[in-house]
């Protein structure tokens, strides 16, 4: 009988069956249980493409745009899939030369390997991209990738403002936060509210093909995480004043510094010689920045109402008033006679600007006389309360620091410098302990000598007058995006160790400065302007302008102060600079033409030329500075 | 003659029917999903792959319609006619057949092209059939078993000689008929043993598996035998020739074509060169593992719809339904070529004429090994041949070649009760 072997399909289903649980088995295996095959998936397939986010944009009090962005282009290249191009004409496109060309793909290679995308060419511009971009397609391995840099419409502002640019190698490794090729705040407001007007960076998820190229975001952008646009900031900054200000101070080294004193609101902050901010943007930013740089004698990259420390000459002189009423040793009644000079023993001799005979407070501050002031600041240091000179000396000291002089303002921006008021014990190292008086240091009741204030410190000390007494530190931030009104710390009234009682005979004395002293030819018609003149001698060349000033003399709601390098007498510049800032702010207009018209032709820059050497003060400043970046750029 | 179309719609495994539509339709699905072009989104767009394969389905079905329509004795008939013209075919291919990669398999005419090694498989199979459910024709025995052998051989030379030795390695399926109609079961097992043999010879040190072929020889003869000389001379054969393929593994590797031995090298070590030839299969991997259990979601399959995966609509279809459907996908998938072949079988063993049963066997073991080297190359499991998975790759040749295939016997089904030999 034949065997009909019909049995066998029973082996043969089992071999069936069996590869087929094989199969499940191993499939179970790679997609189940073996994880890295999934992490292969995403890395291969996807690539992960930093979005941006546009910067806040800035403006000012009055919504006037400050800052605001522009696209800009990247141009990008994956060198190894540059094929067949016309490198002629794609040169020409980007305005590059054909060296340029093979430079740059050659470090791309270097840089991130031939099949990875590179930045072959920056911050392309606009016009520049839309020619190339028509052209894009034949351009095989390139693509490009938007950027926003910043744009100052108003070209006003730039050290307030400051820039941005390229973030440091250092802090990448510092901060996961940043990768290379990042925009940071460098400067000003800028940097000082990165962490506001930064955003916060997106990424999409961008599938490639097998060839490396992007073939559309991943499930339509459903796992992409857009960018957290920047906050705008609304600075407390007066354009228009701010505009006036620059125009003013045209061909002028120095300051303005405006604050509204009920707020501490800065409403202008001019540093010049300035340049436009437009040019530290973009591609032309490396360029610019090293030419702006090589000027080290006007230096105008320097922010001098910052960081330029001056004696403040007789801008000190209400400060003295002040701090000799509340120690008793002054009173409104008190009189010295002036002969035309200081003159203590027979080594002090400080010079007056004329015979003043005999003069109570508020004339002596009219008329800004030295001997007088001299005279105050002598009779603390002598009065009998104290155990010594050096007990009397640190007592004043204590009062000075109290105006805020000799400390870092806390304003929201970086790189304010705090001036300096000497410590006894600088006395006792140039003269030796206990071998100093009085009359030895008396310069500096006429803010003379070793004491040097900044611009700001000079205008909050005018607001402290105009508010009889107390100040809110002066910041330039009034609202961070829909949030109005500035941080707790800019809301605070700080008092001075001087009370409300003694500043009416100062403010009265200001105000004769303006109507029939020192800055006489500096009045406002329809405005009651209380100032002080400054005339600060100056060891390198001529003396300094110094200006300060509120107004109007009850209600204030300006203060002011000037600064006009080599300027010579403080009614000469520094004064009408003021009085006009004033005028413009509060009258929106300004009548004194003919005035308005000298200043800003006026031209001081040459004094300052002639001299040929830099600045004491600058070096010194320009040296904290460097240190500055140097020990914490990091503030973030 | 309505009587006749009758008894064939009531005869006819609709089973069968349904199961191969379902899988076509699903390999269509993932061809659309793999060569997706959202710029040609129309599943009739005959300038994408899924739109050309829209009408090779509709011929193929055609084609099917037909078959059910022809006469089951033509093929009983005209089994060694359709035999000879498809082995013509196979030769003349070798001197007409554009050169495509190296191989010469295509004829082409017009804008259609045939693969003959692909489409004449079945007209093989009929060829055998006849031949082994001849009169006093008995496997068993050398002639019978010699004349069926160079059945096979001749065809597999032809195509090997076209250079598409993957199709012709098909071939070895037929192993499984002859199992079925006789042949000795240890052949079936030394075969299988002699292909174990030589993937580890490729894997593993030659001297140390001689050493244990040699130690499990000495414990067998040792053991469970009466250690007769006979004894010894049949083990110690054995030995010699499974050592001789062990050694001459390697020096079959050298001898194959660079691109052959490379996949080989592939599947060795899959983890040493991920760019060069091992790409495809390390891609393949890829895809298949991030598909997780329940897959991407159709149509979100990254690796394979981005290129990542080469040959992705056709040998690697495979991948795409792994990543998109995932495991739960996959699985149904090969449950359902089980059952098909399952089925396929069961019909074979109802058939009361030898004829219809063998080329049932032929049928089942062809679709067999295509889906068992096909999923296990994309698994990494088997080194790659390139062959494509029965009703899912892309392109009408094999899609044709199947469907005749399968119709054929559906056809011979359906018609079991009328002929009795």
Redesign the interface.
């Known amino acids: 009988m034949n065997?009909t072997?019909?049995e066998?399909?029973l082996?043969?289903?089992a071999?069936?069956?069996a590869?087929?649980l094989?199969?499940?088995g191993?499939?179970?295996y790679?997609?189940?249980i073996?994880d890295?095959?999934?992490l292969?998936?995403?890395n291969?397939?996807?690539r992960h493409v930093t979005q941006y986010p546009p910067r806040g944009c800035i403006f000012d009090r009055n919504g006037k745009l400050l800052v605001t962005n522009e696209a800009a282009y990247d141009i990008l290249v994956v060198p190894s899939q540059v094929r067949d191009i016309d490198t002629a004409s794609f040169c020409n496109d980007l305005g590059i030369k054909k060296d340029d060309f093979i430079s740059g793909i050659k470090k791309a290679i270097v840089l991130n390997t031939a099949t990875h995308p590179s930045v072959f060419l920056k911050e392309v511009t606009p016009e520049i991209y839309a020619s190339f971009e028509e052209k894009m397609y034949k351009y095989h391995g390139f693509s490009a990738q938007v950027r926003t840099i910043r744009k100052y419409p108003m070209k006003i502002a730039p050290h307030l403002l400051g820039y941005i640019g390229e973030v440091s190698k250092e802090l990448c490794a510092r901060n996961p936060k940043y990768k290379e090729g990042d925009y940071i705040g460098i400067s000003g407001m800028e940097e000082s509210y990165e962490s506001d007007l930064g955003g916060i960076k997106g990424e999409k998820i961008m599938?490639?093909?097998?060839?490396n190229r992007e073939?559309g975001e991943?499930?339509n952008g459903k796992y992409s995480k857009p960018p957290d646009p920047g906050e705008n900031l609304t600075c407390t900054l007066d354009a228009a004043l701010q505009a006036y200000g620059e125009k003013l101070m045209a061909n002028k080294a120095g300051s303005i510094v405006a604050i509204e004193p009920a707020t501490g609101e800065i409403l202008a902050l001019v540093s010049s010689p300035e340049y436009d901010p437009n040019l530290l943007i973009g591609s032309v930013r490396a360029k610019n920045y090293a030419k702006l740089a090589e000027d080290t004698l006007t230096v105008p990259l320097f922010n001098r109402a910052l960081m330029a420390q001056y004696p403040p000459g007789s801008t000190f002189k209400p400060i003295e008033a002040l701090i000799g009423q509340q120690e008793g040793t002054l009173t409104p009644q008190t009189s010295y006679y002036c002969p035309g000079a200081f003159i203590m023993g027979s080594n002090v001799h400080i010079a007056c600007d004329s015979r003043h005979g005999s003069l109570q407070l508020q004339d002596a501050i009219a008329k800004s006389c030295n001997t007088y002031f001299c005279n105050v600041f002598v009779a603390m240091m002598n009065n009998r309360s104290y155990g010594s000179t050096e007990e009397a000396f640190e007592a004043w000291r204590k009062y000075v620091l109290g105006f805020g002089f000799g400390a870092r303002p806390d304003i929201d921006l970086p790189s304010a410098l705090r001036g300096n008021v000497p410590a006894a014990s600088h006395y006792d190292k140039t003269f030796g302990e206990g071998r100093w008086k009085a009359g030895t240091i008396a310069w500096l009741g006429i803010g003379q000598g070793e004491l040097e204030v900044t611009p700001l410190q000079l205008a909050d000390e005018a607001a402290i007058i105009a508010n009889r007494g107390y100040y809110i530190t002066p910041h330039v931030v009034k609202g961070i995006g829909t949030k109005a009104g500035p941080a707790k710390k800019y809301t605070l009234r700080h008092y001075v160790p001087v009370d409300e009682k003694y500043f009416q005979i100062v403010v009265d004395g200001m105000s004769d400065v303006v109507s029939g002293g020192t800055a006489a030819a500096s009045k406002i018609p329809g405005i009651i302007m209380c100032g002080k003149t400054g005339t600060a001698q100056n060891p390198y060349g001529r003396d300094n302008s110094l200006f300060i000033a509120f107004a109007p003399k009850d209600t204030p709601r300006i203060a002011v102060s000037v600064v006009v390098e080599r300027g010579g007498w403080g009614a000469d510049w520094a004064a009408p600079i003021a009085s006009l800032m004033i005028e413009k702010y509060l009258n929106g207009t300004v009548k004194r033409t003919d005035l308005e018209q000298r200043m800003m032709e006026g031209n001081t820059l040459n004094y300052l030329l002639q001299e040929k050497t830099e600045p004491k003060a600058f070096k010194n400043s320009a040296s904290a500075e460097a240190k500055r970046k140097r020990s914490k750029p990091n503030k973030h | 003659m309505s009587d006749r179309r009758h008894n064939i719609l009531r005869y006819t495994d609709w089973f069968t029917i349904s199961l191969y539509a379902l899988l076509v339709i699903i390999g269509w699905l993932n061809i659309y999903s793999a060569v997706y072009n959202p710029a040609h989104p129309s599943v009739f767009d005959t300038s994408q792959r899924y739109g050309k394969q829209i009408i090779w389905i509709l011929t193929a079905f055609l084609l099917a319609f037909f078959i059910m329509l022809t006469e089951a004795s033509f093929f009983s008939v005209f089994a060694y006619m359709l035999y000879g013209i498809a082995l013509l075919s196979l030769v003349a291919v070798i001197f007409v057949g554009r050169n495509v990669k190296g191989s010469h398999s295509w004829f082409h005419i017009g804008t259609v092209s045939i693969q003959p090694a692909e489409l004449g498989i079945f007209a093989i199979n009929l060829g055998l059939a006849k031949y082994l459910s001849g009169e006093n024709v008995k496997i068993k025995k050398a002639g019978t078993l010699m004349r069926t052998l160079a059945l096979l051989f001749i065809p597999m030379l032809a195509i090997v000689l076209q250079n598409e030795t993957g199709v012709a390695v098909t071939y070895v399926s037929f192993v499984i008929v002859l199992y079925r109609e006789g042949m000795s079961g240890s052949i079936l097992l030394a075969l299988m043993f002699a292909a174990l043999l030589f993937i580890m010879a490729l894997v593993g040190s030659k001297l140390i598996l001689t050493g244990i072929l040699a130690g499990i020889a000495a414990v067998v003869f040792l053991i469970f035998t009466r250690r007769k000389t006979r004894d010894l001379f049949r083990i110690g054969g054995i030995l010699i020739l499974s050592v001789g393929i062990l050694w001459g593994a390697d020096y079959g590797l050298k001898k194959l074509e660079p691109h052959q031995r490379d996949r080989i090298e592939v599947f060795l070590h899959p983890n040493a060169n991920k760019s060069k030839q091992g790409y495809n299969l390390n891609q393949a991997k890829i895809a298949i593992g991030s598909g997780s259990f329940w897959g991407k979601g159709y149509l979100e399959g990254t690796q394979t719809k981005f290129h990542f995966v080469p040959e992705q609509a056709t040998d690697f279809i495979f991948c795409t339904l792994c990543e998109e459907w995932g495991f739960a996908g996959a699985s149904v998938v090969i449950f359902l070529f089980i059952v098909l072949l399952i089925r396929i079988v069961m019909l074979a063993e109802r058939q009361r004429s030898p004829f219809s049963r063998i080329y049932g066997y032929g049928v089942a073991s062809i679709l067999f090994i295509h889906i068992a080297i096909n999923t296990g190359m994309t698994l990494g499991i088997v080194p790659v041949i390139g062959i494509p998975l029965p009703f899912f790759s892309y392109g009408g040749s094999s899609l044709w070649a199947f469907t005749l295939l399968l119709f054929i016997f559906l056809r011979l089904d359906a018609d079991r009760l009328q002929i009795l030999k």
């Open positions: 065997r072997f019909s066998r399909k082996v043969i289903i071999i069936f069956i590869t087929g094989a199969c499940i191993r499939l179970y790679m997609q189940i073996d890295s095959y999934k292969d998936a995403s291969e397939a996807f599938m490639m093909d097998a060839m073939v991943y499930k």
